[in-house]
């Protein structure tokens, strides 16, 4: 696959957990990075972007709880997750639409053209 997605797992509400995304078909310094996730019934939403300049935008369900960053030089991607809920869970994938900058359609999806294979979170107490 363009990227590996890795960090994973079981939290408990209220609990943290910190994803990686580490890219090999594409080389990701000139691009906005995001990361979407899916549950089971549901479509599959944005939950955060970070551009090329490190610009960010975030889903206003995660904007106080999540914090996306990049590092270039590892050609990796992170997400930071706390106050994890319930509604957290999901598999959660990063992409890319190879564009510098994060824009006001990130989320929509449309332009993908790299998806990684996801990681699973589960959130149970």
């Known amino acids: 696959g363009a990227a590996v997605e890795s960090g994973g797992g079981l939290v408990q509400p209220g609990g943290s957990l910190r994803l990686s995304c580490e890219a090999s078909?594409?080389?990701?310094?000139?691009?906005?990075l995001m990361w979407f996730r899916q549950t089971p019934g549901s479509e599959r939403e944005g939950v955060s972007c970070?551009?090329?300049?490190?610009?960010?935008g975030y889903a206003y369900s995660v904007h106080d709880r999540f914090t996306i960053s990049r590092d270039n030089q590892q050609k990796s991607l992170f997400l930071q997750m706390t106050s994890v809920s319930f509604d957290d869970a999901g598999v959660y994938y990063c992409a890319t639409d190879m564009k510098r900058f994060c824009g006001d359609t990130w989320a929509a999806q449309d332009d993908i053209q790299y998806w990684g294979e996801g990681t699973l979170v589960t959130v149970s107490s």
């Open positions: 078909g594409f080389t990701p310094d000139y691009y906005a």
């Open positions: 970070i551009s090329s300049t490190m610009g960010t």
